[in-house]
């Protein structure tokens, strides 16, 4: 750089600025109204022969004295110091400032008949603020100077002829920047003087001008002024295109404004007023025919006129038009004829659905309250179908619409997460709609359609709010006469839909949700029931999808059995379904490419054939009977297993070990389950260094299914007695029920899908708790047959039944023997 005449002194006073930088060899405007920053300037301006004073910017979120401050504007600097100069920045005095600034030469001085000064600076050297010497009467520091080398090499002229073309590009789409702009850039000769006088003309952040001027080595600098082209020369490109499509825009709009003035012109001269418009008399039209409420009514016509005057092609025109289209839409005063014929009702459930009877019963029965309902008795429950996969919970649904008369909407509500999916948006989004309860109706087109909320016990809730809280409303009778969609915004009366839900699991659904729905529970199949639905439900429905008939194949019941039960685990019909469709397809096929059309038999020994190599391996595999290991019972969604547990001892200190994935309910039980066995240990005479010196270690295999649950109690306790006495349980018994420390045997739930799981799974011997003696009337007549049951209240009563071998003689304690549940009255 060229040599300044101008000493720099070692220390000075400083002032700091808020919005800008101040470079050197550039000028610059600005005014304050800070005390301590006016006698600083004061104090340079008695100074001989320059009146110097450093200038640094505040750093962002800078804490300390805020002072007073103003802006001159580009009119108020062009009277007091001429044109020519960029527009005056804001002077803030504030301790946090950065350490690297630049010692200014002060040209003019101006005061401010409002109180103040305005000066003219102009940059000359860049200079440390090394330390503050004192703060009153102004801000005084050390400062040293900051010297900028001039070294040039390639890359600094590659650098300077990239930064001329960038500037010369900028001055041709940047309206802010003089016209002489890229005049001055080519005649500046000082590549330092360059980088400033850039840096000083585009709208730059504070933080980026200081980079600018910290920069340590002039490569640094024009790497920085090029980066910052770039991007501005990027924004100014993008701003012409959005400025080109809105003027595209307004200029359509105007033509379009245009043309409507004169469309209204000609129909004022034919005598048509806007009441002529075709559409906005069939809005008018239909809103007086579909019985809308009078809310409704008002708000709709409000909405027509705001339709008139804003226009046919107008955006807010669209928006109106697509809220009537909802609003008229709706079922106000629709409904469907209503029946109720018990007998009917019944034909159809008893030719949609094998068995069931006892849940059939209760739908007729809450049938027969609603036929009543009519007349002003009684209300109308929200029935809430609870079981496994695939065991007809939809298809009761549909079956109840038909018996009724009635339209039906099923919507599915796993993983919504938004409360709007129920409620609606509010019109002022974009692309708002109205929530799922209001879109069935609309297209059921009827006011009273039988309405099913499937896998109610999947919803979920995150930040967009909870849609289980929106549902309470929807199933209460008592409020839902009045709910409010945020679309709509008015009052629309449910209480004439029949809301019926469906679930997996209780467990999920939130208490106040589950307390306005009434639960059937439907549990899982047998394989004889299954065997029933296939040739007399499913088979039918997939000759007819097909377009097969009957005497084209046979497909025995020894062949149903064997994919029953070997090809499908499941409580419900589903996958067999598939299964059974799988088999049909390719029959067709077989039919379609025999040149003598042969019926075609599906035999068991050739499943392979059709179904491939998805057999699965039947749970009649029972383990091999061995001391510690015990068959339980679990329930699933998918139905009742079987559950095995099995123990070990390890020699060494005492412990005790569980794995399995086991939850913290189970885990609690087994701890309980090996309490009450060390209690018996004198009583089975099982040594004493038995539980001291070896570790137990239980596991349940399946290692990757969670397990949790209570019911895992006495089967846990029966293995850990049987390690502990050397006694093997008989692997044709299985067990369930929860243990008390005290030995007691608590009931248990599932013990339907339970039994029926351990039949399948080859089990001859159940043992259950006493209190869940009311379920065994519930089970099917061949698990009854098949299975023998023993009801026990105490774990004694086992003791008795499996390890009376090991019982000491010292038997004051004889517990009573089990209770068979034959010899058990019916509840």
Known sequence: MADDPIKIPSDSPYVVLSDTVVFPHILASIAFHDPKAMAAIDDAMNREPKTLVCVAGQKEGGEGETPESGILSEAEAEEFFGSGAPAPERESHSRAHYRVGTMVVIHKLLRIPAGGIAIMVQGIRRVRIEEEISDAPFPRARISEFPEVLAKDDTTEALLRTILGQAKKLGTLASYLPDEFETMTLNVENPFHLCYLIATFLRLPLEDRQSVLEAPTLDEKLMLIARDLVKEIEIQELGGKIKSKIADEVQKSQRDFFLREQMKAIQKELGVGEEGDEEVVRYRQKAEEIGLSEEAKKEVMREISRLVRAGGQSQEAQVIRTYLDVVLDLPWGKESPEVFDLEEARRILDADHYDLE??????????????????????????????????????????????????????????????????????????????????????????????????????????????????????????????????????????????????????????????????????????????????????????????????????????????????????????????????????????????????????????????????????????????????????????????????????????????????????????????????????????????????????????????????????????????????????????????????????????????????????????????????????????????????????????????????????????????????????
């Open 358 to 827: 006892k849940v059939k019963e209760r739908i007729l029965d809450e049938l027969a309250v609603l036929a009543r309902k009519k007349t002003g008795e009684g209300k109308g429950p929200i029935l809430c179908f609870l079981g496994p996969p695939g065991v007809g919970k939809t298809t009761l649904g549909q079956s109840i619409a038909r018996a009724m008369g009635r339209e039906f909407v099923r919507i599915s509500l796993g993983g919504v997460r938004d409360e709007a999916e129920i409620r609606g948006h509010r019109r002022t989004y974009v692309g708002a709609m109205p929530g799922r309860i209001i879109a069935g109706l609309r297209k059921a087109q009827t006011k009273n359609p039988v309405f099913m909320l499937d896998e109610i016990d999947k919803v979920g809730a995150d930040y967009r709010g909870d849609p289980s809280a929106a549902l309470l409303e929807v199933l209460d009778s008592a409020q839902n006469k009045d709910f409010r969609d945020h679309y709509l915004d008015l009052a629309f009366d449910l209480s004439r839909v029949f809301f019926i839900t469906t679930a997996n699991v209780p467990q999920t659904i939130p208490p106040p949700l589950l307390d306005r729905m009434d639960l059937i529970r439907l549990a899982g199949y047998t394989w004889e029931e299954k065997l029933h639905i296939a040739r007399n439900y499913l088979i039918p429905r997939a000759i007819t999808d097909l377009s097969l008939t009957s005497k084209e194949f046979e497909l025995p019941d020894s062949t149903l059995k064997k994919i029953i039960r070997e090809y499908t685990r499941e409580a419900g019909v589903r996958s067999l379904d598939r299964k059974i469709m799988t088999i049909l397809r390719k029959v067709v096929r077989a039919r379609s490419t025999q040149k003598q059309k042969r019926r075609v038999l599906v035999r068991p020994n050739n499943l392979a054939s059709y179904l491939g190599n998805e057999y699965i391996e039947p749970e009649t595999r029972l383990e091999k009977i061995r001391p510690g290991l015990v068959t339980g019972l679990a329930w699933t969604p998918n139905g009742g297993e079987v559950l095995f547990v099995e123990s070990v001892a390890i020699p060494g200190s005492k412990g005790f070990i569980l794995t399995g994935q086991l939850g913290d309910v189970m885990r609690e039980s087994a701890r309980a389950a090996l309490s009450f066995a060390q209690s018996r240990s004198e009583q089975l005479d099982i040594p004493a260094s038995f539980f001291a010196k070896n570790e137990i270690h239980i596991h349940v295999p399946g290692g990757a299914i969670p397990k949790d649950g209570p019911s895992a109690g006495i089967t846990i306790t029966t293995t850990i007695l049987s390690l502990a006495t050397g006694i093997a349980v008989p692997s044709t018994v299985a067990m369930t029920g929860e243990i008390s420390l005290s030995g007691r045997v608590l009931p248990v739930g599932g013990i339907k899908e339970k039994l029926i799981g351990a039949r399948e799974a080859g089990i001859k011997t159940v043992y259950l708790p006493e209190k869940n003696a009311k379920d065994i009337a519930d089970l099917p007549e061949e698990v009854r047959r098949d299975l023998k049951i023993h009801l026990v209240e105490s774990m004694d009563e086992l003791i008795s039944v499996f390890f009376s071998k090991a019982k000491s003689r010292n038997s004051r304690n004889n517990p009573p023997k089990t209770r068979s549940a034959r010899k058990t009255p019916a509840p």
